[in-house]
Protein backbone atom coordinates (compact mmCIF):
# COMPACT_ATOMS: atom_id res chain seq x y z
CA UNK A 1 0.00 0.00 0.00
CA UNK A 2 1.09 3.42 -1.12
CA UNK A 3 1.55 5.73 2.56
CA UNK A 4 0.59 8.60 -0.13
CA UNK A 5 -2.93 7.04 -0.25
CA UNK A 6 -3.05 6.48 3.66
CA UNK A 7 -3.79 9.48 6.21
CA UNK A 8 -0.72 8.30 8.35
CA UNK A 9 -0.54 11.24 10.45
CA UNK A 10 3.34 10.99 9.91
CA UNK A 11 5.99 10.95 7.47
CA UNK A 12 7.61 7.31 7.57
CA UNK A 13 10.69 6.29 7.40
CA UNK A 14 12.39 3.12 6.28
CA UNK A 15 11.33 0.04 7.40
CA UNK A 16 14.37 -1.49 6.85
CA UNK A 17 16.11 0.91 9.24
CA UNK A 18 13.52 -0.49 12.00
CA UNK A 19 14.40 -3.93 10.80
CA UNK A 20 17.89 -3.55 11.01
CA UNK A 21 18.09 -2.78 14.24
CA UNK A 22 15.54 -5.78 15.56
CA UNK A 23 15.45 -8.13 12.53
CA UNK A 24 12.69 -10.03 13.88
CA UNK A 25 10.32 -7.40 13.78
CA UNK A 26 9.88 -7.62 9.97
CA UNK A 27 8.53 -11.41 10.68
CA UNK A 28 6.47 -9.96 13.28
CA UNK A 29 4.74 -7.01 11.89
CA UNK A 30 4.01 -8.78 8.69
CA UNK A 31 0.78 -9.34 9.50
CA UNK A 32 -1.99 -10.24 6.16
CA UNK A 33 -3.85 -7.63 5.69
CA UNK A 34 -1.84 -4.84 6.88
CA UNK A 35 1.16 -2.51 6.64
CA UNK A 36 3.42 -0.91 9.28
CA UNK A 37 5.02 2.31 8.61
CA UNK A 38 7.53 3.63 10.89
CA UNK A 39 8.17 7.13 12.23
CA UNK A 40 10.59 9.42 13.36
CA UNK A 41 10.70 8.84 17.11
CA UNK A 42 9.07 11.43 18.94
CA UNK A 43 8.13 12.08 22.88
CA UNK A 44 8.53 8.17 24.20
CA UNK A 45 6.52 7.06 26.53
CA UNK A 46 7.68 3.87 27.47
CA UNK A 47 11.20 3.29 29.42
CA UNK A 48 13.74 1.47 27.54
CA UNK A 49 15.99 -0.90 29.49
CA UNK A 50 18.84 -1.99 28.11
CA UNK A 51 19.69 -2.83 24.46
CA UNK A 52 16.62 -1.98 23.44
CA UNK A 53 15.36 0.47 20.89
CA UNK A 54 12.71 2.43 20.83
CA UNK A 55 10.06 2.40 18.03
CA UNK A 56 6.87 4.04 16.97
CA UNK A 57 4.72 3.84 13.81
CA UNK A 58 1.35 2.31 12.80
CA UNK A 59 -0.04 -1.18 11.32
CA UNK A 60 -2.50 0.48 8.94
CA UNK A 61 -5.78 -1.96 7.74
CA UNK A 62 -6.99 -0.75 4.71
CA UNK A 63 -9.74 -2.75 4.43
CA UNK A 64 -11.74 -1.07 7.20
CA UNK A 65 -9.75 2.57 7.65
CA UNK A 66 -9.03 1.77 11.01
CA UNK A 67 -4.82 1.45 12.50
CA UNK A 68 -2.81 0.82 15.33
CA UNK A 69 -0.56 3.49 17.05
CA UNK A 70 1.98 1.98 18.56
CA UNK A 71 5.48 2.66 20.33
CA UNK A 72 7.36 -0.68 20.73
CA UNK A 73 10.75 -0.82 23.02
CA UNK A 74 12.84 -4.09 22.10
CA UNK A 75 15.80 -5.68 22.00
CA UNK A 76 17.77 -6.39 18.75
CA UNK A 77 16.39 -10.09 19.14
CA UNK A 78 12.85 -8.93 19.91
CA UNK A 79 12.83 -11.37 22.91
CA UNK A 80 11.90 -8.64 25.29
CA UNK A 81 9.50 -6.14 24.63
CA UNK A 82 7.30 -3.97 25.81
CA UNK A 83 4.51 -1.88 23.37
CA UNK A 84 1.77 0.62 24.14
CA UNK A 85 -0.70 0.33 21.19
CA UNK A 86 -4.02 2.70 20.16
CA UNK A 87 -6.32 1.84 17.61
CA UNK A 88 -7.21 4.54 15.52
CA UNK A 89 -9.61 5.65 12.96
CA UNK A 90 -7.94 6.93 10.01
CA UNK A 91 -10.48 9.48 8.99
CA UNK A 92 -11.91 10.77 12.14
CA UNK A 93 -8.01 10.81 13.95
CA UNK A 94 -5.90 11.87 11.07
CA UNK A 95 -2.63 12.40 13.28
CA UNK A 96 -0.65 9.49 15.53
CA UNK A 97 -1.44 9.60 18.65
CA UNK A 98 -4.92 11.47 18.44
CA UNK A 99 -7.40 8.59 18.59
CA UNK A 100 -10.54 8.33 20.74
CA UNK A 101 -8.94 5.65 22.73
CA UNK A 102 -6.23 5.50 25.35
CA UNK A 103 -2.86 3.88 24.91
CA UNK A 104 -2.42 0.47 26.43
CA UNK A 105 0.93 -0.84 27.69
CA UNK A 106 1.98 -4.60 28.01
CA UNK A 107 5.60 -5.43 28.74
CA UNK A 108 7.66 -8.20 28.69
CA UNK A 109 6.56 -9.98 26.12
CA UNK A 110 8.12 -12.59 24.18
CA UNK A 111 8.65 -12.37 20.23
CA UNK A 112 5.64 -14.86 20.23
CA UNK A 113 3.44 -12.99 22.83
CA UNK A 114 4.33 -9.70 20.80
CA UNK A 115 3.27 -10.91 17.92
CA UNK A 116 -0.15 -12.46 19.67
CA UNK A 117 -0.67 -8.73 20.90
CA UNK A 118 -0.18 -7.22 17.75
CA UNK A 119 -3.14 -9.67 16.36
CA UNK A 120 -5.58 -9.76 19.13
CA UNK A 121 -5.50 -5.83 18.18
CA UNK A 122 -5.72 -5.85 14.95
CA UNK A 123 -8.21 -8.09 15.31
CA UNK A 124 -10.19 -6.03 18.12
CA UNK A 125 -9.53 -2.48 16.50
CA UNK A 126 -12.63 -2.29 14.27
CA UNK A 127 -14.41 -3.62 17.25
CA UNK A 128 -12.87 -1.01 19.59
CA UNK A 129 -13.24 1.36 17.26
CA UNK A 130 -17.14 0.81 16.98
CA UNK A 131 -17.48 -0.08 12.96
CA UNK A 132 -20.18 -1.35 11.53
CA UNK A 133 -19.73 -4.55 10.10
CA UNK A 134 -18.65 -4.65 6.72
CA UNK A 135 -20.85 -5.43 3.75
CA UNK A 136 -19.38 -8.76 2.94
CA UNK A 137 -19.77 -9.86 6.60
CA UNK A 138 -23.99 -8.61 6.20
CA UNK A 139 -24.53 -10.56 3.59
CA UNK A 140 -22.93 -13.66 4.52
CA UNK A 141 -25.28 -13.57 7.87
CA UNK A 142 -28.07 -12.52 5.60
CA UNK A 143 -27.15 -16.26 3.05
CA UNK A 144 -26.71 -17.95 6.49
CA UNK A 145 -30.33 -16.91 7.52
CA UNK A 146 -31.32 -17.74 4.48
CA UNK A 147 -30.66 -21.28 4.68
CA UNK A 148 -31.49 -21.66 8.32
CA UNK A 149 -34.82 -20.74 7.56
CA UNK A 150 -35.10 -22.64 4.70
CA UNK A 151 -34.24 -25.84 6.42
CA UNK A 152 -36.69 -25.02 9.04
CA UNK A 153 -39.22 -24.78 6.84
CA UNK A 154 -38.54 -28.54 5.42
CA UNK A 155 -38.54 -29.79 8.74
CA UNK A 156 -41.51 -28.02 9.62
CA UNK A 157 -43.05 -29.89 6.68
CA UNK A 158 -41.50 -33.10 7.27
CA UNK A 159 -42.58 -33.28 10.71
CA UNK A 160 -46.16 -32.09 10.02
CA UNK A 161 -46.57 -34.91 7.60
CA UNK A 162 -45.46 -37.70 10.27
CA UNK A 163 -49.25 -37.95 11.87
CA UNK A 164 -48.48 -41.21 14.05
CA UNK A 165 -44.82 -43.23 14.55
CA UNK A 166 -43.66 -45.70 12.68
CA UNK A 167 -45.63 -43.77 8.95
CA UNK A 168 -43.77 -43.72 6.13
CA UNK A 169 -43.52 -39.94 5.07
CA UNK A 170 -43.46 -41.02 1.85
CA UNK A 171 -46.58 -43.02 1.75
CA UNK A 172 -48.32 -39.76 3.40
CA UNK A 173 -47.24 -37.64 0.24
CA UNK A 174 -48.55 -40.19 -2.15
CA UNK A 175 -51.77 -40.97 -0.44
CA UNK A 176 -51.99 -36.88 -0.20
CA UNK A 177 -51.44 -36.66 -4.09
CA UNK A 178 -53.58 -39.39 -5.20
CA UNK A 179 -56.34 -37.27 -2.80
CA UNK A 180 -56.89 -40.64 -0.93
CA UNK A 181 -56.38 -41.85 2.42
CA UNK A 182 -55.44 -45.58 2.50
CA UNK A 183 -55.96 -46.87 5.73
Same mark, same amino acid.
Given at each position: ??FKNTNL????? #???????? *? @? /?? &? %?????????????????????????????????IMPDNN???????????? #???????? *? @? /?? &? %?????????????????????????SRLLIE??????????????????????????????????????????????????????????????
Amino acid at each position: MDFKNTNLGFTPI #SKDDAFEL *A @P /RL &E %KIFNIENCDVYFKQVSNPTIAVQNNQNIFQGSLIMPDNNSCIDFELATNFL #SSSSTISV *A @P /RD &E %KDAPKFGFGRTEFRTFENLSTDNLLSRLLIEVEDAPNTLGFERGNSLNSANDEITKAVNKLNKLAKMEQSMRKSPGQNPTDELRRSAEGRDIR
